[in-house]
């Protein structure tokens, strides 16, 4: 399980990697879930370098997907803000990779990708709680 669960990780990293738009949803989901973020904050929940995300941050703005606003509260920072045409390029880039999940299992019963999907759902509640009894203090 651990190998096959490594593997799929791994194949999934590497595809983010190599596809633009899967690094631009990321970045377009995190910012749709909050009304204006900070690019730091970005980053923490993305878990990827500062420096990285200001590129891609100045790179979204440029081409309209989102706005940079000054952060009254901290005058050091900005905020990042969804566009109409970010929210419209985020459903874009979802519905491309609901399409490429529903090839991948094409061929399989309804009902195995409903076993897929609960078993994934549990094993993230799992690490979830895990996680929880790690982070507590000794």
Do not use: C, N
């Not at 703005?61 to 045409?85: C, F």
């Not at 419209?88 to 490429?100: C, S």
């Amino acid at each position: 399980m651990v190998v096959a669960l490594f593997t799929m990780t791994a194949g999934l990293e590497r595809a983010r990697r190599r596809s633009k738009g899967a690094s631009t949803l990321s970045l377009l989901q995190v910012v749709a879930d909050h009304k204006g973020i900070r690019p730091s904050e970005i980053a923490d929940l993305l878990r990827v370098d500062r420096s990285l995300v200001t590129r891609q941050v100045r790179e979204l703005e440029d081409v309209g997907y989102v706005t940079v606003t000054a952060d009254h509260g901290d005058k050091r920072s900005v905020l990042v803000t969804l566009t109409r045409a970010g929210t419209k390029e985020q459903r874009r880039l979802v519905q491309i990779g609901l399409d490429r999940f529903a090839l991948f299992v094409a061929e399989w019963e309804p009902g195995e990708v409903r076993m897929l999907t609960s078993l994934l759902e549990k094993l993230e509640s799992s690490k979830a709680a895990a996680a929880a009894i790690e982070q507590r203090p000794s």
